[in-house]
């Protein structure tokens, strides 16, 4: 699976959008861009994936490069329980593993 | 709540003893996962079943790590002999196979080895 890279932590406003980059550049055309966040001591969450079109559901809003490596989610108004840490993985179709890396920290504050 | 049930939530044991964990993944789903997660770390992958064979296990599950997934419901993962360096959160996913095969968490096992 192709590596991705994301920023370590990001502060954002409750209210405001929080836009969420990651990077990765050898992403291979069979593979998809999962979403998932980790709030302190719980399991992980999914939150949306994409190929290569916009994904949005009713959690957030995915949106992936032209040359797909790269991909942005939007947390379009943030709340304090959208603190977490956000994980951007890529993973084959049909693949089995979810490889993990460190995630971005979101913090919302007040 | 995913759905994906673990037991039990917390466990505290003594450096040598042997510990199970219990996963029920969604009632529909054939494929079931666990990870390891540390400290300041994302989940690693530790090992999948697909019904009840267990296809690929990582190079993090030593000997002393047995998985099984008898009648392709429930998984239990057994840590024999545990140490110090098995304290984390155990993970359990599970998900249907198919094209888009989106994993679904269990709120996991926190393990602490004194």
């Known amino acids: 699976d192709a590596k991705t890279t994301q920023p370590p932590s990001m502060d954002c406003a409750e209210g405001r959008a929080a836009n969420l980059p990651c990077n990765h550049s050898?992403?291979?055309?069979?593979?998809?861009v999962y979403w998932y966040r980790q709030i302190h001591s719980q399991g992980p969450q999914y939150i949306i994936h994409?190929?290569?079109n916009n994904e949005t559901n009713e959690m957030a809003s995915l949106i992936i490069t032209e040359d797909r490596k790269s991909s942005t989610l939007i947390l379009p108004h943030a709340t304090l329980r959208d603190t977490a840490v956000y994980y951007c993985i890529v993973k084959e179709t049909s693949g089995s593993r979810l490889t993990f890396g460190e995630g971005t920290q979101l913090t919302v504050n007040p | 709540d995913t759905g994906v049930s673990q037991n039990p939530r917390h466990k505290i044991t003594k450096r040598g003893q042997n510990v199970t964990f219990r996963c029920d993944p969604i009632s529909e789903h054939n494929r079931l996962y666990w990870y390891r997660q540390t400290l300041g770390q994302g989940p690693e992958f530790l090992t999948y079943f697909q019904n009840e064979a267990q296809l690929e296990k990582s190079r993090l599950l030593s000997d002393r790590f047995s998985a099984e997934r008898p009648k392709g419901s429930f998984s239990t993962l057994e840590i024999q002999r545990t140490e110090q360096g098995d304290s984390a959160m155990y993970l359990c996913a599970s998900t249907t196979l198919g094209k888009q095969e989106t994993q679904y968490f269990g709120p996991g096992t926190r393990l602490l080895v004194l």
């Open positions: 050898t992403i291979s055309g069979n593979e998809y």
């Open positions: 994409g190929l290569k």
